[in-house]
């Protein structure tokens, strides 16, 4: 088996919701089944990875509103290079308000407009008077996933291919059940988790992307505790959201 490379970028900004818990997760699971696992940490400033060779899972997680125009301005100059992963099925997963990076624009209260990187066509707009949390359940193909969102902002517009249709909790805003945008393994979702170990099924079709030669066995825990979290956002009397 191949050594995988996994690329998590901006660690030192994106792990607001301990979503660092999807890396060390896919590391595990990956040497479990017996894969040599490089990850390279890009911090801002540095060059990613994935602009000089190939990455087999390039991750990126939430942060701070202000810390997101940071990642734009280093993200737009391999804007080409993702666009390039996207249309060679490369696993990139962007949870949280990373989705809002690929965005075609960010809206302030400022008035400030901020370009995003174009991949679909929303529109971000931030609000600071409330801040909208939900525990969410959507169903993606055969999968329901969980998670959870807290959010300064909601999109508006058409991602074109959504990644969920949204059973608990709300799409990209308050108005649309249509959440996230998947094309092939490129997956943006403001789902927060830690999205993958919380979903093991979900989980192991991403691994058998990133190791289509690897056997990724489900271990009982976590699939009961996927059971229970299930479970509990199915029943129509749960206090799903707030804010």
């Known amino acids: 088996m191949k050594k995988i490379v996994i690329e998590a970028l901006y660690g030192e900004y994106s792990n607001l919701y301990g979503d660092r818990g999807n890396l060390l997760y896919v590391q595990e699971k990956l040497r479990r089944a017996g894969a040599e696992v490089e990850l390279v940490q890009t911090h801002l400033f540095d060059r990613p990875a994935f602009a000089d060779r190939p990455v087999d899972f390039l991750y990126i997680g939430p942060c701070t509103e202000s810390q997101q125009e940071q990642e734009l301005a280093h993200l737009r100059p391999y804007a080409d290079a993702l666009r390039q992963r996207m249309e060679r099925d490369a696993v990139t997963l962007a949870t949280g308000n990373a989705f809002e990076l690929f965005g075609k624009a960010i809206l302030c209260e400022d008035g400030r407009e901020i370009d995003g990187l174009g991949f679909y066509s929303t529109t971000a707009k931030r609000f600071s008077d409330l801040r909208y949390n939900a525990l969410c359940l959507g169903v993606s193909g055969e999968d329901k996933l969980v ?13 074109g291919s959504p990644f969920l249709t949204m059973e608990t909790g709300t799409g990209l805003n308050p108005e649309t059940k249509a959440e996230g945008f998947r094309r092939g393994n490129f997956i943006a979702t403001y789902l927060l988790g830690p999205l993958l170990p919380l979903n093991p099924q979900f989980a192991r079709s991403v691994l058998r992307q990133i190791a289509p030669e690897a056997e990724f066995a489900p271990l009982p825990y976590e699939e009961e505790a996927y059971r229970m979290r299930l479970e509990e956002l199915s029943r129509p009397d749960a206090n799903k959201n707030s804010h």
Do not use: I, P, Y
Request: aromatic fraction near 16%; avoid cysteine; glycine fraction near 16%.
């Open 147 to 159: 998670g959870f969102k807290n959010q300064l902002s909601h999109s508006f517009g058409e991602t």
